[in-house]
Protein backbone atom coordinates (compact mmCIF):
# COMPACT_ATOMS: atom_id res chain seq x y z
CA UNK A 1 0.00 0.00 0.00
CA UNK A 2 0.74 3.55 -0.55
CA UNK A 3 0.29 7.00 -1.25
CA UNK A 4 0.12 7.62 -4.99
CA UNK A 5 0.75 11.36 -6.42
CA UNK A 6 0.15 11.21 -10.05
CA UNK A 7 1.15 14.64 -12.77
CA UNK A 8 -0.96 14.06 -15.37
CA UNK A 9 1.56 16.18 -17.73
CA UNK A 10 4.10 13.64 -17.62
CA UNK A 11 2.66 10.73 -16.50
CA UNK A 12 5.14 10.19 -13.95
CA UNK A 13 3.61 8.26 -10.57
CA UNK A 14 5.17 8.75 -7.52
CA UNK A 15 4.67 6.35 -4.68
CA UNK A 16 5.63 6.82 -0.59
CA UNK A 17 4.55 3.92 1.66
CA UNK A 18 1.92 4.25 3.82
CA UNK A 19 4.25 2.99 6.63
CA UNK A 20 5.35 6.50 7.45
CA UNK A 21 2.56 7.15 9.20
CA UNK A 22 3.61 4.95 12.02
CA UNK A 23 7.18 6.54 12.24
CA UNK A 24 6.20 10.04 12.04
CA UNK A 25 2.60 10.17 14.31
CA UNK A 26 1.38 12.02 15.15
CA UNK A 27 1.51 13.58 11.93
CA UNK A 28 -1.31 12.37 9.91
CA UNK A 29 0.06 10.59 6.92
CA UNK A 30 -1.77 12.24 3.51
CA UNK A 31 -0.85 15.74 4.84
CA UNK A 32 2.60 14.63 6.03
CA UNK A 33 3.31 13.89 2.37
CA UNK A 34 1.50 16.24 0.76
CA UNK A 35 3.57 18.95 2.70
CA UNK A 36 6.80 17.00 2.39
CA UNK A 37 5.99 16.75 -1.41
CA UNK A 38 4.85 20.24 -1.87
CA UNK A 39 7.25 22.10 -0.04
CA UNK A 40 10.06 20.08 -1.41
CA UNK A 41 9.40 20.30 -5.39
CA UNK A 42 8.31 23.89 -5.30
CA UNK A 43 11.12 24.61 -3.60
CA UNK A 44 9.23 26.33 -0.83
CA UNK A 45 11.74 25.32 2.41
CA UNK A 46 15.10 26.80 1.58
CA UNK A 47 18.00 28.03 3.52
CA UNK A 48 17.82 24.99 6.07
CA UNK A 49 21.34 24.61 7.52
CA UNK A 50 22.05 20.79 7.31
CA UNK A 51 23.85 19.65 10.51
CA UNK A 52 26.80 21.02 11.97
CA UNK A 53 27.15 24.01 10.07
CA UNK A 54 29.34 26.62 11.54
CA UNK A 55 29.60 30.19 10.87
CA UNK A 56 33.42 32.18 10.66
CA UNK A 57 34.52 33.23 13.48
CA UNK A 58 36.14 36.84 14.03
CA UNK A 59 39.89 37.24 14.91
CA UNK A 60 39.92 36.12 18.34
CA UNK A 61 42.89 37.19 21.05
CA UNK A 62 45.20 34.70 20.61
CA UNK A 63 48.74 36.06 19.30
CA UNK A 64 48.90 36.50 15.43
CA UNK A 65 51.59 33.82 13.97
CA UNK A 66 54.95 36.03 14.58
CA UNK A 67 56.61 38.26 11.33
CA UNK A 68 53.39 37.14 9.15
CA UNK A 69 54.04 39.29 6.09
CA UNK A 70 52.37 42.62 6.27
CA UNK A 71 49.94 43.67 3.81
CA UNK A 72 48.22 40.31 3.34
CA UNK A 73 44.90 39.72 5.68
CA UNK A 74 45.54 36.93 7.93
CA UNK A 75 42.03 35.91 10.45
CA UNK A 76 40.73 33.57 11.90
CA UNK A 77 37.91 31.48 10.28
CA UNK A 78 35.91 28.08 10.98
CA UNK A 79 37.46 25.05 8.21
CA UNK A 80 34.40 22.28 8.13
CA UNK A 81 34.29 19.49 5.26
CA UNK A 82 31.56 18.64 3.33
CA UNK A 83 30.45 16.52 5.86
CA UNK A 84 30.81 17.83 9.06
CA UNK A 85 33.15 15.80 9.99
CA UNK A 86 35.81 17.76 10.01
CA UNK A 87 35.52 20.74 11.66
CA UNK A 88 38.00 23.63 13.68
CA UNK A 89 36.39 26.78 14.48
CA UNK A 90 39.42 29.20 14.91
CA UNK A 91 42.16 28.03 12.01
CA UNK A 92 44.57 30.93 10.84
CA UNK A 93 43.60 31.68 7.43
CA UNK A 94 45.28 33.99 5.08
CA UNK A 95 43.76 35.50 1.50
CA UNK A 96 46.66 36.36 -0.48
CA UNK A 97 45.86 37.88 -3.85
CA UNK A 98 48.30 37.04 -6.26
CA UNK A 99 50.86 34.56 -6.85
CA UNK A 100 53.40 36.29 -5.26
CA UNK A 101 51.82 36.62 -2.51
CA UNK A 102 51.09 32.94 -1.95
CA UNK A 103 54.91 32.32 -2.59
CA UNK A 104 55.53 35.49 -0.06
CA UNK A 105 53.48 33.61 2.92
CA UNK A 106 55.41 30.06 2.31
CA UNK A 107 58.47 31.25 2.58
CA UNK A 108 57.34 32.79 6.02
CA UNK A 109 55.94 29.65 6.88
CA UNK A 110 59.64 27.52 5.99
CA UNK A 111 61.23 30.25 8.24
CA UNK A 112 58.51 30.27 11.06
CA UNK A 113 58.07 26.53 11.63
CA UNK A 114 54.50 26.68 9.85
CA UNK A 115 52.83 24.25 7.61
CA UNK A 116 50.15 26.01 4.53
CA UNK A 117 47.33 24.46 3.38
CA UNK A 118 44.80 25.51 0.61
CA UNK A 119 41.39 25.92 1.07
CA UNK A 120 39.14 25.89 -1.59
CA UNK A 121 34.98 25.32 -0.77
CA UNK A 122 35.98 22.45 1.35
CA UNK A 123 33.73 20.37 -0.75
CA UNK A 124 35.58 17.50 0.73
CA UNK A 125 35.85 14.24 2.97
CA UNK A 126 38.85 12.97 3.72
CA UNK A 127 41.38 14.74 6.02
CA UNK A 128 43.90 15.76 3.07
CA UNK A 129 43.61 19.60 4.24
CA UNK A 130 43.62 19.39 8.27
CA UNK A 131 42.88 16.77 10.92
CA UNK A 132 40.82 17.50 13.38
CA UNK A 133 42.56 15.38 16.25
CA UNK A 134 45.63 17.11 15.25
CA UNK A 135 44.21 20.00 15.18
CA UNK A 136 45.59 23.87 13.51
CA UNK A 137 48.32 24.44 15.49
CA UNK A 138 51.20 25.75 13.72
CA UNK A 139 48.91 26.09 10.43
CA UNK A 140 48.02 28.69 7.93
CA UNK A 141 44.76 27.97 5.67
CA UNK A 142 45.13 29.75 2.32
CA UNK A 143 41.82 30.75 1.21
CA UNK A 144 42.09 30.56 -2.87
CA UNK A 145 39.01 31.84 -3.58
CA UNK A 146 38.81 35.28 -2.80
CA UNK A 147 41.37 36.86 -5.18
CA UNK A 148 43.06 33.35 -6.97
CA UNK A 149 39.94 33.28 -9.77
CA UNK A 150 41.16 34.95 -12.60
CA UNK A 151 40.37 33.18 -15.98
CA UNK A 152 41.52 33.81 -19.92
CA UNK A 153 40.45 31.81 -22.83
CA UNK A 154 42.65 31.41 -25.88
CA UNK A 155 40.66 30.27 -28.58
CA UNK A 156 43.36 30.48 -31.53
CA UNK A 157 45.37 27.72 -30.03
CA UNK A 158 43.77 24.05 -31.47
CA UNK A 159 42.13 22.79 -29.33
CA UNK A 160 41.48 26.38 -27.43
CA UNK A 161 43.20 26.97 -23.95
CA UNK A 162 42.06 28.50 -20.69
CA UNK A 163 44.52 29.55 -18.25
CA UNK A 164 43.03 29.52 -14.49
CA UNK A 165 44.12 30.39 -11.41
CA UNK A 166 43.36 27.22 -9.03
CA UNK A 167 40.58 29.32 -6.60
CA UNK A 168 38.14 29.67 -9.54
CA UNK A 169 34.80 27.92 -9.04
CA UNK A 170 34.36 24.99 -11.19
CA UNK A 171 30.94 26.53 -12.17
CA UNK A 172 32.44 29.73 -13.02
CA UNK A 173 35.08 27.99 -14.92
CA UNK A 174 32.55 26.02 -16.98
CA UNK A 175 30.25 29.69 -17.87
CA UNK A 176 33.44 30.84 -19.04
CA UNK A 177 33.72 28.35 -21.38
CA UNK A 178 30.39 28.23 -22.11
CA UNK A 179 30.97 31.65 -23.51
CA UNK A 180 33.46 30.63 -25.80
CA UNK A 181 31.73 27.92 -27.35
CA UNK A 182 33.65 25.74 -25.04
CA UNK A 183 33.30 22.84 -22.57
CA UNK A 184 34.02 19.51 -20.86
CA UNK A 185 32.98 16.06 -21.74
CA UNK A 186 32.38 15.04 -18.19
CA UNK A 187 32.61 17.17 -15.20
CA UNK A 188 31.75 16.82 -10.93
CA UNK A 189 28.52 17.18 -10.54
CA UNK A 190 28.83 20.35 -7.70
CA UNK A 191 29.88 23.71 -8.48
CA UNK A 192 31.45 24.59 -5.52
CA UNK A 193 34.60 23.14 -5.88
CA UNK A 194 37.77 25.22 -7.05
CA UNK A 195 39.44 24.14 -9.80
CA UNK A 196 42.72 23.27 -7.60
CA UNK A 197 40.80 21.61 -5.24
CA UNK A 198 39.35 19.07 -8.24
CA UNK A 199 42.98 18.65 -9.71
CA UNK A 200 44.45 17.98 -6.23
CA UNK A 201 42.05 14.85 -6.15
CA UNK A 202 41.45 13.82 -9.54
CA UNK A 203 37.78 15.07 -9.81
CA UNK A 204 35.79 13.21 -12.40
CA UNK A 205 32.78 12.76 -14.08
CA UNK A 206 30.56 10.22 -15.69
CA UNK A 207 31.33 9.61 -19.85
CA UNK A 208 33.10 6.39 -21.87
CA UNK A 209 32.19 6.94 -25.66
CA UNK A 210 29.07 5.37 -26.97
CA UNK A 211 28.85 3.11 -29.40
CA UNK A 212 30.80 4.87 -32.47
CA UNK A 213 31.48 7.23 -30.64
CA UNK A 214 35.28 9.56 -31.06
CA UNK A 215 36.49 12.16 -28.41
CA UNK A 216 36.11 15.70 -29.88
CA UNK A 217 39.72 17.29 -30.10
CA UNK A 218 40.59 19.07 -26.53
CA UNK A 219 38.28 16.61 -24.92
CA UNK A 220 38.63 13.96 -22.66
CA UNK A 221 37.16 10.88 -20.85
CA UNK A 222 39.03 10.81 -17.94
CA UNK A 223 39.39 13.30 -15.06
CA UNK A 224 39.86 16.81 -15.10
CA UNK A 225 43.34 16.23 -14.55
CA UNK A 226 43.82 14.94 -17.73
CA UNK A 227 42.91 18.07 -19.35
CA UNK A 228 46.53 19.98 -17.92
CA UNK A 229 48.71 21.18 -20.63
CA UNK A 230 50.81 23.42 -18.01
CA UNK A 231 50.38 24.22 -14.23
CA UNK A 232 52.41 26.91 -12.24
CA UNK A 233 53.12 25.07 -8.69
CA UNK A 234 54.89 27.16 -5.89
CA UNK A 235 58.20 24.49 -5.32
CA UNK A 236 61.68 25.15 -3.62
CA UNK A 237 64.14 26.19 -5.32
CA UNK A 238 67.77 24.49 -4.15
CA UNK A 239 69.90 27.24 -5.80
CA UNK A 240 68.23 30.28 -4.06
CA UNK A 241 67.35 28.05 -0.81
CA UNK A 242 63.57 29.35 -0.93
CA UNK A 243 60.12 28.01 -2.72
CA UNK A 244 59.31 30.15 -5.70
CA UNK A 245 56.72 29.48 -8.92
CA UNK A 246 57.95 27.18 -11.51
CA UNK A 247 55.98 26.08 -14.57
CA UNK A 248 55.31 22.56 -15.53
CA UNK A 249 54.51 21.61 -19.04
CA UNK A 250 52.12 18.15 -19.75
CA UNK A 251 55.62 16.64 -21.32
CA UNK A 252 57.92 17.15 -18.14
CA UNK A 253 58.17 14.09 -16.37
CA UNK A 254 57.82 16.02 -13.18
CA UNK A 255 54.55 17.43 -13.86
CA UNK A 256 53.28 13.39 -13.25
CA UNK A 257 53.13 13.74 -9.45
CA UNK A 258 51.41 17.37 -9.75
CA UNK A 259 48.76 16.64 -12.19
CA UNK A 260 46.85 14.21 -9.39
CA UNK A 261 48.78 15.27 -5.77
CA UNK A 262 46.57 15.01 -3.09
CA UNK A 263 47.17 18.51 -1.44
CA UNK A 264 51.09 17.64 -1.57
CA UNK A 265 51.69 20.62 -3.41
CA UNK A 266 50.55 23.95 -4.14
CA UNK A 267 49.41 24.69 -7.48
CA UNK A 268 48.47 28.27 -8.43
CA UNK A 269 47.58 28.27 -12.35
CA UNK A 270 46.68 25.75 -14.96
CA UNK A 271 46.57 25.81 -18.31
CA UNK A 272 44.02 23.31 -19.97
CA UNK A 273 42.71 22.41 -23.29
CA UNK A 274 39.08 22.77 -24.09
CA UNK A 275 36.64 21.47 -27.01
CA UNK A 276 33.80 22.61 -28.93
CA UNK A 277 30.36 22.70 -26.58
CA UNK A 278 27.99 20.10 -26.75
CA UNK A 279 24.30 19.95 -26.21
CA UNK A 280 23.33 16.90 -24.13
CA UNK A 281 19.73 15.72 -23.17
CA UNK A 282 19.84 14.31 -19.70
CA UNK A 283 16.38 11.74 -19.05
CA UNK A 284 15.97 10.22 -15.72
CA UNK A 285 14.07 6.78 -15.44
CA UNK A 286 12.75 5.90 -11.88
CA UNK A 287 10.72 2.68 -13.08
CA UNK A 288 13.29 0.36 -14.12
CA UNK A 289 13.68 -2.01 -11.14
CA UNK A 290 17.45 -2.69 -9.44
CA UNK A 291 17.16 -6.62 -10.32
CA UNK A 292 16.64 -5.27 -14.40
CA UNK A 293 19.37 -2.42 -14.34
CA UNK A 294 22.19 -4.02 -11.69
CA UNK A 295 21.45 -7.64 -13.72
CA UNK A 296 24.22 -10.15 -14.19
CA UNK A 297 26.37 -9.31 -17.69
CA UNK A 298 24.62 -10.13 -21.35
CA UNK A 299 20.95 -10.14 -19.21
CA UNK A 300 19.45 -8.13 -21.88
CA UNK A 301 16.64 -5.74 -21.13
CA UNK A 302 17.54 -2.42 -19.64
CA UNK A 303 21.04 -2.89 -18.08
CA UNK A 304 23.56 -0.21 -17.35
CA UNK A 305 25.78 -2.18 -20.18
CA UNK A 306 22.94 -1.41 -22.62
CA UNK A 307 22.73 2.48 -21.45
CA UNK A 308 26.43 2.50 -22.00
CA UNK A 309 26.51 1.22 -25.18
CA UNK A 310 23.93 3.78 -26.78
CA UNK A 311 24.52 6.98 -25.14
CA UNK A 312 27.99 6.40 -23.08
CA UNK A 313 27.21 8.72 -20.33
CA UNK A 314 24.87 7.62 -17.00
CA UNK A 315 24.58 7.66 -13.41
CA UNK A 316 22.36 5.29 -10.65
CA UNK A 317 21.30 6.56 -7.33
CA UNK A 318 20.17 3.63 -5.57
CA UNK A 319 18.37 4.75 -2.19
CA UNK A 320 18.45 2.63 0.76
CA UNK A 321 15.45 0.04 0.47
CA UNK A 322 13.82 0.55 -2.81
CA UNK A 323 13.41 -1.34 -5.65
CA UNK A 324 13.92 1.22 -8.69
CA UNK A 325 16.99 3.59 -8.70
CA UNK A 326 17.10 6.83 -9.82
CA UNK A 327 18.99 6.17 -12.81
CA UNK A 328 20.44 9.63 -15.23
CA UNK A 329 21.19 9.25 -18.60
CA UNK A 330 22.72 11.56 -20.76
CA UNK A 331 23.13 11.69 -24.53
CA UNK A 332 25.07 14.03 -26.88
CA UNK A 333 22.00 15.80 -28.86
CA UNK A 334 22.25 18.92 -30.84
CA UNK A 335 19.11 19.24 -31.60
CA UNK A 336 16.16 19.65 -28.78
CA UNK A 337 13.94 16.51 -28.69
CA UNK A 338 10.44 16.93 -28.78
CA UNK A 339 9.45 16.07 -25.45
CA UNK A 340 12.95 17.43 -23.77
CA UNK A 341 12.83 20.84 -21.75
CA UNK A 342 15.50 23.72 -22.61
CA UNK A 343 17.63 24.49 -19.28
CA UNK A 344 19.93 27.33 -19.60
CA UNK A 345 21.44 27.16 -16.36
CA UNK A 346 22.57 24.44 -14.02
CA UNK A 347 20.98 22.75 -10.53
CA UNK A 348 17.61 22.05 -12.52
CA UNK A 349 16.61 19.76 -9.76
CA UNK A 350 15.33 22.29 -7.29
CA UNK A 351 13.68 19.02 -4.96
CA UNK A 352 17.38 17.84 -4.10
CA UNK A 353 18.59 21.26 -3.20
CA UNK A 354 17.05 21.61 0.35
CA UNK A 355 16.39 20.04 3.01
CA UNK A 356 12.55 19.54 4.32
CA UNK A 357 12.28 20.19 8.09
CA UNK A 358 10.19 16.92 8.76
CA UNK A 359 13.02 15.07 6.41
CA UNK A 360 15.42 16.46 8.96
CA UNK A 361 13.53 15.15 11.94
CA UNK A 362 13.48 11.84 10.36
CA UNK A 363 17.11 11.80 10.41
CA UNK A 364 17.32 13.34 13.94
CA UNK A 365 15.33 10.30 15.19
CA UNK A 366 17.72 7.83 13.10
CA UNK A 367 21.09 9.12 13.59
CA UNK A 368 20.61 11.00 17.25
CA UNK A 369 17.67 9.10 18.26
CA UNK A 370 18.49 5.49 18.09
CA UNK A 371 15.36 5.02 15.81
CA UNK A 372 17.64 3.13 13.42
CA UNK A 373 14.24 0.55 12.40
CA UNK A 374 13.40 4.01 10.67
CA UNK A 375 15.76 3.74 7.86
CA UNK A 376 13.47 1.79 5.51
CA UNK A 377 11.62 4.40 5.58
CA UNK A 378 13.82 7.26 4.95
CA UNK A 379 15.36 5.91 2.20
CA UNK A 380 11.55 5.15 0.73
CA UNK A 381 10.77 8.79 1.10
CA UNK A 382 14.13 10.04 -0.30
CA UNK A 383 13.09 8.05 -3.44
CA UNK A 384 9.78 9.71 -3.12
CA UNK A 385 10.50 12.67 -3.57
CA UNK A 386 12.78 12.46 -6.32
CA UNK A 387 9.73 10.82 -8.13
CA UNK A 388 6.93 13.62 -7.42
CA UNK A 389 9.88 16.60 -7.81
CA UNK A 390 10.93 15.03 -11.29
CA UNK A 391 7.04 15.37 -12.09
CA UNK A 392 6.43 18.59 -10.64
CA UNK A 393 9.29 20.84 -12.00
CA UNK A 394 9.30 19.10 -15.41
CA UNK A 395 13.14 18.07 -15.03
CA UNK A 396 13.13 14.03 -16.12
CA UNK A 397 13.61 15.42 -19.58
CA UNK A 398 16.00 17.77 -19.68
CA UNK A 399 18.32 19.76 -22.50
CA UNK A 400 21.36 22.07 -22.87
CA UNK A 401 24.57 22.85 -23.25
CA UNK A 402 26.91 20.51 -21.28
CA UNK A 403 27.65 22.19 -18.15
CA UNK A 404 23.86 23.01 -16.94
CA UNK A 405 23.07 19.37 -17.20
CA UNK A 406 26.29 17.96 -15.97
CA UNK A 407 25.97 20.11 -12.79
CA UNK A 408 23.44 19.59 -10.42
CA UNK A 409 24.10 19.67 -6.71
CA UNK A 410 24.10 22.37 -4.72
CA UNK A 411 25.73 22.95 -1.08
CA UNK A 412 22.20 23.27 0.77
CA UNK A 413 22.01 19.59 -0.40
CA UNK A 414 21.53 16.46 2.41
CA UNK A 415 25.17 16.02 4.34
CA UNK A 416 26.59 13.35 4.00
CA UNK A 417 29.44 10.61 4.32
CA UNK A 418 30.84 8.62 1.97
CA UNK A 419 33.40 6.05 0.86
CA UNK A 420 34.66 6.00 -2.71
CA UNK A 421 36.48 3.58 -5.25
CA UNK A 422 37.19 3.41 -8.48
CA UNK A 423 36.67 -0.33 -10.10
CA UNK A 424 39.11 -0.63 -13.61
CA UNK A 425 38.04 -2.91 -16.04
CA UNK A 426 37.87 -4.07 -19.47
CA UNK A 427 34.48 -2.57 -21.23
CA UNK A 428 32.96 -5.72 -21.68
CA UNK A 429 33.03 -6.73 -18.04
CA UNK A 430 31.47 -3.51 -16.61
CA UNK A 431 28.36 -5.27 -16.34
CA UNK A 432 29.94 -7.88 -14.40
CA UNK A 433 31.77 -5.83 -12.22
CA UNK A 434 28.18 -3.65 -11.14
CA UNK A 435 26.40 -6.79 -10.83
CA UNK A 436 28.96 -8.54 -8.75
CA UNK A 437 28.98 -5.27 -5.88
CA UNK A 438 25.04 -4.95 -6.06
CA UNK A 439 24.85 -8.29 -5.24
CA UNK A 440 27.64 -8.67 -2.57
CA UNK A 441 25.99 -4.87 -1.27
CA UNK A 442 22.69 -6.13 -0.70
CA UNK A 443 23.58 -9.41 0.82
CA UNK A 444 25.65 -7.30 3.45
CA UNK A 445 22.97 -4.94 3.77
CA UNK A 446 20.87 -7.99 4.59
CA UNK A 447 22.55 -9.66 7.05
CA UNK A 448 22.55 -6.25 9.10
CA UNK A 449 19.10 -5.48 9.19
CA UNK A 450 18.94 -9.21 10.69
CA UNK A 451 20.97 -7.99 13.36
CA UNK A 452 18.88 -4.73 13.98
CA UNK A 453 21.05 -2.92 12.16
CA UNK A 454 21.10 -0.18 9.61
CA UNK A 455 24.61 1.15 8.85
CA UNK A 456 23.41 2.43 5.20
CA UNK A 457 21.15 5.27 5.24
CA UNK A 458 21.64 6.86 1.93
CA UNK A 459 22.10 5.68 -1.63
CA UNK A 460 24.74 3.70 -3.66
CA UNK A 461 25.91 6.20 -6.70
CA UNK A 462 27.14 4.45 -9.55
CA UNK A 463 29.10 5.91 -12.17
CA UNK A 464 31.47 4.95 -15.31
CA UNK A 465 34.10 7.01 -16.95
CA UNK A 466 37.42 6.59 -19.27
CA UNK A 467 40.51 6.42 -17.79
CA UNK A 468 43.25 9.10 -18.45
CA UNK A 469 44.93 8.48 -21.08
CA UNK A 470 48.03 10.83 -21.61
CA UNK A 471 47.61 11.13 -25.22
CA UNK A 472 44.17 12.82 -25.16
CA UNK A 473 46.75 15.89 -23.83
CA UNK A 474 48.66 15.49 -26.58
CA UNK A 475 52.36 14.07 -27.78
CA UNK A 476 54.70 12.81 -25.08
CA UNK A 477 52.07 13.91 -22.19
CA UNK A 478 52.99 12.86 -18.68
CA UNK A 479 50.36 10.19 -16.96
CA UNK A 480 48.83 11.50 -13.88
CA UNK A 481 50.83 9.55 -11.05
CA UNK A 482 48.75 9.62 -8.43
CA UNK A 483 45.54 9.20 -10.49
CA UNK A 484 42.53 6.46 -9.54
CA UNK A 485 42.26 6.57 -13.33
CA UNK A 486 45.66 6.25 -14.31
CA UNK A 487 46.18 3.59 -16.92
CA UNK A 488 47.43 -0.14 -16.35
CA UNK A 489 50.41 -0.31 -19.32
CA UNK A 490 50.16 -4.47 -18.42
CA UNK A 491 46.17 -4.48 -18.78
CA UNK A 492 45.85 -2.49 -22.13
CA UNK A 493 42.09 -3.87 -22.49
CA UNK A 494 41.43 -2.38 -18.93
CA UNK A 495 39.70 0.94 -20.84
CA UNK A 496 37.09 2.15 -18.07
CA UNK A 497 36.44 2.34 -14.40
CA UNK A 498 33.74 2.00 -12.52
CA UNK A 499 33.08 4.75 -9.43
CA UNK A 500 31.36 3.05 -6.88
CA UNK A 501 30.38 5.17 -3.06
CA UNK A 502 28.16 4.47 -0.36
CA UNK A 503 26.49 7.55 1.18
CA UNK A 504 25.27 7.42 4.97
CA UNK A 505 24.93 10.05 7.84
CA UNK A 506 27.69 11.37 10.18
CA UNK A 507 27.59 9.44 13.07
CA UNK A 508 25.48 6.29 12.16
CA UNK A 509 26.57 3.40 14.25
CA UNK A 510 28.40 0.33 12.53
CA UNK A 511 28.76 2.41 9.26
CA UNK A 512 32.58 2.31 9.12
CA UNK A 513 32.33 -1.48 9.90
CA UNK A 514 30.36 -1.80 7.13
CA UNK A 515 32.54 -0.15 4.88
CA UNK A 516 35.75 -2.18 6.04
CA UNK A 517 33.64 -4.96 5.20
CA UNK A 518 33.06 -3.71 1.73
CA UNK A 519 36.72 -2.04 1.00
CA UNK A 520 38.27 -5.76 2.05
CA UNK A 521 36.00 -7.80 -0.17
CA UNK A 522 36.35 -4.88 -3.28
CA UNK A 523 40.36 -5.53 -2.98
CA UNK A 524 40.42 -9.65 -3.21
CA UNK A 525 36.94 -9.83 -5.82
CA UNK A 526 38.58 -6.82 -8.08
CA UNK A 527 41.97 -8.31 -8.71
CA UNK A 528 43.96 -10.57 -10.59
CA UNK A 529 43.64 -10.58 -14.89
CA UNK A 530 40.30 -9.50 -13.81
CA UNK A 531 40.28 -5.77 -12.75
CA UNK A 532 41.77 -3.22 -10.24
CA UNK A 533 40.24 -1.15 -7.79
CA UNK A 534 41.80 2.21 -6.37
CA UNK A 535 40.21 4.89 -3.69
CA UNK A 536 38.51 7.94 -4.94
CA UNK A 537 40.99 10.19 -2.54
CA UNK A 538 38.29 12.99 -1.44
CA UNK A 539 35.95 10.18 -0.17
CA UNK A 540 36.24 7.28 2.75
CA UNK A 541 38.89 4.69 2.63
CA UNK A 542 41.22 2.75 4.46
CA UNK A 543 38.50 1.35 7.08
CA UNK A 544 39.02 0.09 10.60
CA UNK A 545 36.11 -0.84 12.09
CA UNK A 546 36.31 2.30 13.89
CA UNK A 547 37.46 4.77 11.41
CA UNK A 548 38.12 5.98 8.26
CA UNK A 549 41.67 6.32 7.20
CA UNK A 550 43.02 4.56 9.75
CA UNK A 551 44.12 1.06 8.40
CA UNK A 552 48.01 0.96 8.23
CA UNK A 553 48.45 -1.79 5.98
CA UNK A 554 46.09 -0.04 3.40
CA UNK A 555 47.83 3.16 3.99
CA UNK A 556 51.52 1.79 4.13
CA UNK A 557 51.45 -0.85 1.61
CA UNK A 558 48.27 -1.39 -0.43
CA UNK A 559 47.70 1.39 -1.68
CA UNK A 560 50.98 2.25 -2.80
CA UNK A 561 51.16 -0.89 -4.30
CA UNK A 562 48.05 -0.91 -6.05
CA UNK A 563 49.42 2.42 -7.92
CA UNK A 564 53.02 0.46 -8.94
CA UNK A 565 51.14 -2.45 -10.27
CA UNK A 566 52.01 -2.90 -13.57
CA UNK A 567 53.43 0.83 -14.59
CA UNK A 568 57.04 1.99 -16.11
CA UNK A 569 59.70 3.11 -13.41
CA UNK A 570 59.03 6.69 -13.87
CA UNK A 571 55.34 6.34 -13.09
CA UNK A 572 55.59 4.26 -9.59
CA UNK A 573 54.05 5.57 -6.17
CA UNK A 574 57.43 6.14 -4.87
CA UNK A 575 58.72 8.18 -7.58
CA UNK A 576 55.98 10.07 -7.54
CA UNK A 577 56.42 10.60 -3.68
CA UNK A 578 60.09 11.43 -3.81
CA UNK A 579 59.13 14.25 -6.87
CA UNK A 580 56.87 16.06 -3.93
CA UNK A 581 58.89 15.19 -1.56
CA UNK A 582 62.25 17.01 -3.89
CA UNK A 583 59.86 19.98 -5.12
CA UNK A 584 58.84 20.41 -1.22
CA UNK A 585 61.30 19.09 0.91
CA UNK A 586 60.31 21.13 3.77
CA UNK A 587 57.06 19.35 4.33
CA UNK A 588 55.87 23.16 3.97
CA UNK A 589 52.53 21.32 2.06
CA UNK A 590 51.71 18.39 3.85
CA UNK A 591 49.19 17.36 7.01
CA UNK A 592 48.45 14.40 9.28
CA UNK A 593 47.30 11.96 6.46
CA UNK A 594 49.85 12.91 3.84
CA UNK A 595 53.10 12.05 6.45
CA UNK A 596 51.55 9.12 6.03
CA UNK A 597 50.91 8.51 2.94
CA UNK A 598 53.36 10.34 1.44
CA UNK A 599 56.23 10.22 4.11
Given amino acids: MGTEIFFPSTGIRANVTHSLQDVLTPAPRRKFIADIVRLSVAGVVTGWTPVYQIAAHAQGAAPVPANFPAGIPLYKQAFQNWSGEIAIADVWTASPDTPAAVVTIVNWARANGYRIRPRGYMHNWSPLTIDRTSGASQVVLLDMTRSLNAVTVDTSSQPARVTAQTGISMEALLATLEKFGLGVTASPAPGDITLGGALAIGAHGTAIPASGETALKGHTYGSLSNLILSLTAVVFDAQKQQYALRTFKRTDPDIGALLVHLGRALIVEATLEAGVNQRLRCQSFVDIPA ?289 LNRHDPHRIFSSTLLDCLLP
Fill in 291 to 579: SELFAPAKSGGRTIESFLERTGRMEAIWFPFTSCPWLKVWTVQSRKPLFSREVTKPYNYSFSDSIPQPLAELIKRIVIGGERHLTPAFGQLQMGIVMAGLGVTFSGDIWGWSRNVLQYVRPSTLRVTANGYAVLARRADVQRVIHEFVQFYQNRVEAYRQRGEYPMNGPVEIRVTGLDQPADAGPGAATPSLAALKPRPDHPEWSIAVYFDILTMPGTPAANGFYREIEQWMMSNYAGSYATVRPEWSKGWAYTNAAAWQDSVMIGSTIPNLYSEGQPSGATWNTARNT
